[in-house]
Structures are given as C-alpha cells and as structure tokens.
C-alpha cells in the first residue's frame, strides 16, 4: 500500500511540473513596466503646425493662386512683390506677395514689409482709405505707415494645440499702431479709450482733452472700418490678449466677427 502511495504520489508530481513551467514562462514574457514611463503615452502628443505632414503644392494650385492674385490686386495702388509659394507642415500660401506699402500719391508703408495673401491686401487697401480719410479729418495729419506683423506658423495665440492661426496662411494682419505725416505716433495700447473716462477727466487737461479724445476716435473708427471689410476683427474690446492690437483676417463666418 504505501509502495502504491509512493508511485502515485511521484505520479502526479511529474505531472504537474510541466504546468508550472508553462506559468513562469508566461509570466517571464512580460517585460516590467518602467515607473519612470507609466502613463508618458496617455496623452497624445500635439505636433507644431510645421511638423504636421501635407502635400506639396501642386503646380496647378500655385497656377490657380497666382491668376486669382492678379486678378484681386488688377486696379489697385500698390507696391508688392511676389514670393514663391510658402509651405511649412500645414502652414503657407501657394501664391503669397510681400506688401510694402498701399496708396498713390499718399503711401501707407507697412512696417515690416506683410507677407500676405492678394486677397488680404485687396481688403487692406479697402480699409486704408478710409483710415486716411478719418486721420485726414480728425487730425489734420495723413497716415504714412503701419506698424504690423504678418505670416507666422502657429497656432492661434501661439498655443499647442489647434486650431490653426490665419496667420499661419498668411491670411491676418495684426496693426499696433499708425504713424502720421506729422511724425506723431498713435498705438492701439495707448490711444484705444473710453470717451466716458476721458470726459470725467480734469478740468486742468481742458487743453489735452479735445486731442486724445480726437487719437480715441480716430483708433475706434479704425476698427468699426474694419468690421465693414474683414471676415475677423479683433481689438481691445475682444480679450486681453488684444489689448494691444487689431487682428484683421479674411476668415468668412456665417456672421462677420468684430469684437
């Protein structure tokens, strides 16, 4: 009987030597996770615009641009120059100008030169005309440049992550301020005030009143004439991050945006 017991005892135990074999097998195929990287893959990675992949232009896309760029700018006073086609990731402009100034006999010099589609200069010059007519009448002086920046690959406010800023396409223009034929600089940040404030104000600035009063409704009737020829008009009253400027880009909404 216990010879019995033995055998069956040795049996099972060769039996059962092959399952637990198997198991620290398994369970050695498993690599240990680095603590150190737990959770580095949780969330996705938000690549810079000019790393996002895309196609070249075609030959028939910048074809395209190139004969609607002659055909929006075909009347108008301007002094550009035609830049090969822009393409960094998803950002750029198959037909893009370099703008340096607006105007005739009276030019508006941008400064720095704006990297721009035609389309935006077409609108710029729109709006510049009746800037001059406003600087003219309530100043007594005519605007001779503005200080702009233009093309930028980012995204909006420089973030992150999307949505894509106009400038990115070349599409925006962000105006701080205007320069007169009188050598008098007007900003967005300075000059951009409330006609309320500025009529509580001391009795003793009598004499400066009339003239910033006149530099605050010059700045705010900048912006209304905007918002009658841009898709986006975004300034001091829009947030924070325009205190300083006017954005100005020909994105359509189904509503025009003029904040």
Known sequence: MMLRSLVLALLFGALSLPTVAEAKSKASSVPERNPKRVGSNSTPKHLHPSEVERSPWTDVEVATAKAQCTAALSGIRL?????????????????????????GDQKVELDPPATITCDLAKALSEWVDAVQRDAKELLGSAVVKLRASSYACRNIYGRGKPPLSQHAVANALDVRGFELSSGEHITVREDWKSPVRLASASVALVNIIPVTQQKSEFVVKAHQNACSVFGTVLGPRANNAHKDHFHLDMKQHNRGVCR
């Open 79 to 103: 002094d550009f120059e035609p830049l090969p086609p822009i393409q960094r990731g998803i950002c750029g402009t198959p037909a893009p100008i370099l703008l340096r100034s607006l105007g």
